[in-house]
């Protein structure tokens, strides 16, 4: 049951009848469909020490639909993670650059951005998300320009470094996590106790089979110009208010269908159901493609689907169900330790990545 005011709602995710995950779909997951590479490599222990700094960062989140400002604070392995300012994306970016032009940049012991797009030696190549501030940031000289000294980090990246060091301290025993985010698009990464971050691109599989697509969704995925219908194309929570609007002709965004999904409307329910079932898809998808022992490995989650009540849960129900079959063990037996999972909130942290960027750039000036 989950509490929202004083009112009680069943969790109505976990609820539902567990799908089998689709084999004809993991089928399409391999390193280079993933475009797998290793993204980042960084030292546990200067993490650790970094948490332990007193210190005070800017730490910026440039994502597909909004552009974020937080103030990352740490001491004595306390992180404290606060939003100064936030503005949604206008078009293509183009508000992007006069954000971080016009925010404050004095009274920081140091500044870091993830940032949604690919990155090379601290600069923004190229992003789906935001063409027109990847030009802007081109023809002004770059993040260097605006700030100088700054680090910066893909946003799954950041989320996965940010997300598995608070989830160490929680989960001593981990020694491998992966990242999913959904929010604006569907993105991921695997992290290990080596100190590894190999980035995968898991939204942009092209879906093979229909039970994954029962909207018919045929919008195209154009990443590297891709034709085909991508799992971010159906599963991500941008794509769920698009099929919403679609299909009841209204538009709604991702919370207010979660509203409506809290109080029993079932085509909401079916809607976040499905994002869920193909998070948990791509989720394993991702392992098995990075061969990752499903033994002390966390699950950490990161966009908006993840701040829906039971959406986490749901993803581990169903890749529990997937596993029983797959290894023959008792579910009761695996159902506590197996898979936690790791979601916005937790340890009171909203932004895997904003931490992940903050740390990094820490350990970086160390």
Not at 31 to 40: P, S
Not at 84 to 100: A, I, P, R, T
Not at 249 to 254: A, E, S
Not at 302 to 319: D, N, P, S, T, Y
Request: aromatic share 10%; net charge negative; hydrophobic share 40%.
């Amino acid at each position: 049951m989950e509490r929202k005011g004083n009112l009680i709602y069943p969790d109505w995710l976990t609820c539902l009848a567990i799908p089998e995950l689709s084999e004809m779909q993991l089928g399409q997951f391999n390193c280079n469909n993933l475009r797998t590479h290793l993204a980042i490599t960084f030292d546990p222990e200067k993490l650790l020490v970094a948490g332990q700094r007193r210190s005070k960062v800017l730490a910026i989140d440039i994502g597909g639909t909004a552009i974020k400002a937080y103030e990352v604070r740490t001491e004595d392995g306390k992180i404290e993670c606060v939003l100064k300012n936030k503005e949604d994306k206008v078009d293509v970016g183009d508000n992007y650059y006069k954000f971080l032009k016009n925010f404050p940049k004095k009274d920081w012991d140091h500044i870091a951005i993830s940032v949604a797009g690919k990155v090379i030696d601290g600069e923004l190549i190229e992003s789906e998300n935001f063409r027109g501030f990847v030009e802007d940031l081109r023809q002004n000289g770059g993040f260097k320009y605006i700030y100088g000294e700054v680090f910066v980090v893909n946003d799954a990246v950041a989320a996965a470094i940010g997300g598995y060091s608070l989830a160490s301290s929680r989960f001593p025993e981990i020694e491998n996590g992966i990242l999913m985010i959904n929010g604006g698009g569907i993105g991921g990464a695997v992290v290990n106790n080596d100190g590894e971050v190999i980035a995968n691109e898991p939204g942009h599989i092209p879906v093979v089979d229909s039970l994954l697509n029962p909207n018919s969704v045929t919008k195209k995925c154009n990443f590297y110009d891709q034709e085909e219908t991508c799992l971010e194309r159906i599963g991500s929570m941008r794509e769920i208010e698009a099929q919403w609007e679609v299909l009841y002709h209204q538009k709604k965004t991702g919370q207010e269908i979660a509203e409506l999904m809290y109080v029993g409307d079932n085509r909401a329910l079916r809607l976040i159901d499905l994002a869920a079932f193909i998070t948990a898809t791509a989720f394993e998808g991702l392992r098995q493609a990075n061969n990752i022992n499903i033994n002390n490995l966390v699950i950490i989650g990161q966009g908006g689907a993840f701040k829906i009540k039971g959406f986490g849960e749901r993803v581990r129900q169903i890749l529990l169900n997937h596993y029983c079959k797959m290894y023959h063990f008792d579910e009761k037996a695996y159902s506590t330790k197996l898979l936690p999972v790791f979601i916005p909130g937790d340890g009171g942290i909203d932004n895997f990545g904003a931490v992940g960027a903050a740390l990094g750039a820490i350990a970086q000036s160390a």
